[in-house]
């Protein structure tokens, strides 16, 4: 029953990765999703965003307005630890939710945790293994540009608010080099898949 991380830095073909382990019959467990899961209209998480931020980060139709929480917090330390501290804690809660139903329903599950802030949140849980996806910082510029529509500026302000690749690198079990064609990328997901089903 592997507990797979796969973690990468925006735009280095993380989705790719976990759409091919899907493919095969992993369980993929998006940590954005959850993200916005627990953070629902009327959730306890979103209760307390609006105390500690204040209501004008909370839409009129009383979602989350994350344009303006972003805004918010993007650059401010102190303001973006606030904000994990409320996020967290209910995300690794509603994780391990899912990792558990996962296995209850099969015990030998290949589950996926597709997860971007792995370094910073959560790289010291018990994973039995964690894939990086990693491609250069020009080829990721470039995709934020030409495939989703960022200027230069602001694709190159996303990448230096994460951690550097060294941190991600530094982690990894397995790096999946994410660099040239997709159908690379898969091939090497192929390869990984064998791996795992082998062990």
Known sequence: MPLIALTGGIAS??????????EHGAVVVDADRIVRDVQEIGSPVLLEIGREFGETVIAEDGSLDRAGLGARVFGDADALARLNAIVHPAV????????????????????????????????????????????????????????????????????????????????????????????????????????????
């Open 92 to 199: 690794r809660a509603e994780s391990q939710r899912r990792f558990d139903a996962a296995f209850a329903v099969d015990r030998d599950a290949v589950v996926v945790y597709d997860v971007p802030l792995l370094v910073e949140a959560r790289v010291d849980d018990p994973w039995d293994l964690i894939v990086v996806a990693h491609a250069p910082v020009d080829v990721r510029l470039r995709r934020l540009v030409e495939l989703r529509g960022m200027t230069a500026d602001a694709a190159q302000a996303r990448i230096d608010a994460q951690v550097p690749d060294e941190q991600r690198l530094a982690i990894a079990d397995v790096v999946i080099d994410t660099a040239g064609t997709q159908e690379h990328t898969r091939r090497q997901v192929d390869a990984l898949w064998t791996r795992l089903r082998s062990a």
């Open 13 to 22: 073909g993380k989705s790719t990765i976990a759409a091919r382990l899907a």
